[in-house]
């Protein structure tokens, strides 16, 4: 779990201030691989239509993949567990870098 949540959000950096909507992120890999595949696909699992949902979770798990490998890196580079010795300039920039591939080294 990354920082003790379960989920975090975040407001758009373009949006106004009275922007109620969220992107919400579920960092447990358990319940982000249940609501992406299973919760989603509810009702073709409950039609016994598993290789329909199996086409679908083949489909996009590499891409599932490599969003919690993200994930994974940025909670030890956080933890400082691995990349101890690079200074990060704002360790909050390597928080919020998925997607965007801007270097923070010093």
């Not at 779990?1 to 989920?7: A, D, P, R, V």
């Not at 979770?57 to 890196?73: H, P, Q, R, T």
Request: charged share 25%; proline share 3%.
């Amino acid at each position: 779990m990354l920082h003790g949540y379960t989920f975090s959000y975040q407001i758009p950096v373009t949006a106004a201030l009275k922007f109620k909507r969220r992107l919400y992120f579920i960092h447990e890999p358990f319940f982000n691989f249940w609501f992406r595949f299973i919760y989603s696909n509810r009702i073709d699992l409950e039609a016994n239509r598993q290789n329909e949902v199996l086409t679908v979770i083949k489909k996009d798990f590499s891409a599932y993949c490599g969003l919690m490998f993200e994930v994974l890196v940025t909670e030890l580079i956080m933890r400082k567990q691995i990349l101890r010795d690079h200074p990060f300039k704002d360790r909050a920039m390597v928080a919020q870098g998925q997607g965007d591939r801007r270097c923070c080294l010093e």
